[in-house]
């Protein structure tokens, strides 16, 4: 069964720092881009980030770009997104969401069921 | 960035109704728009991908169609289980967008 498990989530403060973890199963983890997407309390999706299968290619949006890194380990089967300078507006459920083909542009067929970062003082 | 705007904001249908959502992009992108079902306290599911094709296991009411900067999702003799958020979402181009989202509620 293809599954992904995130983990990590916390509650930090203004400033802090923070590592999520997404491990994968049950698929060739390295022949697929992978995404974080986070909501918002209450709100819709977002999405955060992507890399490509190789590890090579990463983007962000814009609002995270210089805070956020993902990267993966292809050998551990696992993604990450260490989240530096972390902010209120940060507060989101985050999920690792595996796409449907080998490209960073496609649709997510896989999510996780999502890890809490809650940023407050 | 590509904006994705959903219409309507909010639905209640009685069941066996038809529910009808549609998706307008701020400029063409092609097939490259995907739709996922997101039932509270749950991780979004992917119902429709590129405009009309269909997933493995996702039941036949629901269906995709169009292309450019138009997309519609149908949902046909709408079942209780089918309450939920509905989004839609880009992958044309970087950043990835999705829309507003949608809540059905079954009357």
């Known amino acids: 069964e293809v599954q992904l498990l995130e983990s990590g989530g916390d509650l930090v403060q203004p400033g802090g720092s923070l590592r999520l973890s997404c491990a994968a199963s049950g698929f060739t983890f390295s022949s697929n881009a992978m995404s974080w997407v986070r909501q918002a309390p209450g709100k819709g999706l977002e999405w955060v980030s992507v890399?490509?299968?190789?590890?090579?290619?990463?983007y962000y949006t814009d609002s995270v770009k210089g805070r956020f890194t993902i990267s993966r380990d292809n050998s551990k089967n696992k993604l990450y997104l260490q989240m530096n300078s972390l902010r209120a507006e940060d507060t989101a459920v985050y999920y690792c969401?595996?796409?449907?083909?080998?490209?960073?542009?496609?649709?997510?067929?896989?999510w996780g069921q999502g890890t809490m970062v809650t940023v407050s003082s | 960035e590509i904006v994705l705007t959903q219409s309507p904001d909010f639905q209640s249908v009685t069941p066996k109704g038809k529910v009808t959502i549609t998706c307008r992009a701020s400029q063409n992108i092609g097939s490259s728009l995907h739709w996922y079902q997101q039932k509270p306290d749950q991780s979004p599911k992917l119902l429709i991908k590129y405009g009309s094709q269909s997933i493995s296991g996702v039941p036949p009411r629901f269906s995709g169609s169009g292309s450019g900067t138009d997309f519609t999702l149908t949902i046909n003799s709408l079942e209780a289980e089918d309450a939920a958020t509905y989004y839609c979402?880009?992958?044309?181009?970087?950043?990835?967008?999705f829309g507003g989202g949608t809540k059905v509620e079954i009357k």
């Open positions: 979402h880009q992958s044309s181009n970087l950043p990835d967008t």
């Open positions: 890399i490509s299968g190789s590890g090579d290619s990463t």
């Open positions: 969401a595996k796409t449907l083909y080998g490209g960073v542009l496609h649709a997510f067929d896989i």
